[in-house]
Structures are given as C-alpha cells and as structure tokens.
C-alpha cells in the first residue's frame, strides 16, 4: 500500500513549500488538462485484449487528468473479466475486497430492495454528492485508483460528474496557499467511532484532506455527505471547504466534466473526484455498474513535470 506522508515532502510538487517547483508542474498541467469530457474519450476494441495504441492512448491521459473513459465493443456482458483485465492492465493488483463485494473484490453497483445492502446509499437509485472513494478507510488503507465499468445504464438519469483532485489542489492553492495548510492538517475530516458494516467498532478515524505518498502522488480523501462527517472548527479549514464546494458546484468551471456512461464504457482513474445523479430504472434499463477500488496507483501515472 502506499503510505501517505504529510507536508514534510519538499521534494513534491505537493509541498505547501515547493515554490518554483510547484509552479512549473501547475503551468505544465493546466496547458496539457483535456478541456472537455469527450477529450478523455477513447474507442477500444476490447478492454480484455487492449492493444498496444489503446493502451497508450487511455495511459497517456491518465498521466494529464488522472483518468480516462474508455468506449469498448461489449455492450452488456456483464463479464467481471472485463474489469478485471482493464485492471490488469494498468498494473493494478491490490483491490480493496470490503465486505459486500463479490468473491473476486468486484462490487455489483445496483438497485437491491432487499438485504443489508439496501440500507447502503451505492445500491440505492438516490443521488450521491461529491466524494473520493474509500475517504472513511484507516489512512493505512486509502483508494488510490478507482475503476468503473458499465454493464447497463438507468433508463433515466445516473450520469457523473468528474474532476482531478489536481486540479481542485491547483485551484484552492492559487486562490489562498494556506488552504492547502490548513487541508494536510492530520485531524482536518473526522470518521466518527461508530459500527462497522458488517459488525465490530470503528473507532474514530481522523485524518487530512491532501496527503503526499511516499512516491511523491497527491491523494486526497474528501466527501461533501453532512452526516457521519466531523470537520475541524478552525476558521481557516472551514473557508477552505467552503471554497472547494464553491469549485465543485461551478456549473461553468471548465474542469468538471458530466456525462452520461454507456454500456461497454468504463473510467480509469486515480480516484478522482466524483459524484453521481439520482437515477430511474426499468426492466430494460436496470443500471449495473462494476466498482472496483485499489490501494494502488495506476501504474507509470507517477506526477512529472
């Protein structure tokens, strides 16, 4: 797993103290950003046997946005092989197996009205807010990457919004360096003690917004759920969520993309940020989405300037 550091990493660009440095990688990054969401499209035969091209093209923009959505050919097979291989292919091997996830550590993300996993909001057809997955995990073990497949669609809504945690970093340090300060802070977003899904006690679970791994990679662990979320009281961590809420709900910001997956689709991602929209099924349109959370990065995505 990779351990998350804090602002004591001066050789990151991360580093609230990384002057120059910093300011080389953002120009960089924000010159080579995909403008749109079409933009971090890209067609693939077969996501179980990409080939060399496809591979390249879908890596490449996870290295600019830390995403990227491929269109593959396979429409509705509900084959895990598909996920799977996707996953393979990027190099990642350690998948976050929580307890309602299938035998492989997949998780089937769809409406279920009977069961324990009603009571849980992903298997439900309601609305889910900004978040990165796993942010209520013990910081020994954050979602580094985080992939979707879709099998089917809702017959009405269900599209996601996206944006890169880089780039939310971008924006709240540019508009006041002490937010990222305030935000690496170790008691910034508090899991409070409570149950354990599937039984046992969870003690509470403290930790930062923006952490540095030890290679260097922003990770950032953030939801903008109001319940079962305790954030830190200091004026200056307070204006800071304040102002990321304000960058995530900017209808015209030009880093949010929204759109809607189709069957054979699938995201590639660094854990990025992202929500979801409430959504209506039918029987010809029940949505059936793969999950799939690692704690591992994608592969050859290391942040370069």
């Known amino acids: 797993m990779q351990a998350a550091e804090q602002t004591n990493n001066t050789k990151s660009v991360f580093s609230p103290n990384s002057g120059d440095l910093y300011k080389r990688w953002r120009d960089k990054k924000l010159s080579e950003h995909p403008e749109n969401i079409a933009d ?15 591979y390249e093209a879908l890596l490449d923009l996870t290295q600019k946005a830390n995403m990227a959505i491929y269109i593959g050919n396979t429409g509705t097979d ?11 292919r990027f190099g990642l091997g350690q998948i976050n197996k929580n307890w309602l996830a299938d035998d492989n550590g997949l998780t089937s993300l769809t409406v279920v009205s009977d069961g324990v996993r009603k009571n849980y909001i992903p298997y439900t057809n309601r609305l889910i807010h900004w978040h990165t997955d796993g942010y209520y995990n013990a910081l020994d073990k954050q979602i580094h990457a985080l992939n979707l497949h879709v099998v089917q669609k809702a017959a009405k809504g269900g599209e996601n919004q996206l944006m890169d945690h880089e780039i939310a970093y971008i924006l709240l340090r540019e508009k006041n360096p002490d937010f990222i300060r305030a935000l690496m802070d170790d008691d910034v977003m508090m899991i409070p003690a409570g149950t354990k899904p599937g039984g046992g006690v969870r003690p509470d679970s403290p930790g930062p917004v923006f952490s540095i791994t030890d290679n260097g990679n922003l990770h950032m662990r953030y939801t903008a759920r109001a319940r079962n979320i305790e954030w830190s009281q200091d004026p200056l961590v307070q204006e800071a969520i304040t102002y990321l809420q304000e960058i995530l709900n900017d209808e015209n910001s030009a880093y949010v993309f929204k759109g809607l997956l189709e069957p054979g689709m699938g995201l590639i991602s660094n854990n990025v940020l992202h929500d979801r929209a409430a959504f209506t099924d039918s029987e010809e349109n029940k949505r059936h ?9 994608l592969t050859n995505t290391d942040t370069r300037i």
């Open 78 to 88: 509900p084959s895990p092989e598909i996920p799977m291989a996707v996953a393979n």
């Open 40 to 54: 971090l499209l890209v067609e693939v035969n077969d996501p179980r046997s990409m080939s060399n091209s496809e």
């Open 289 to 297: 989405y793969y999950r799939a959370r690692y704690f591992d990065r």
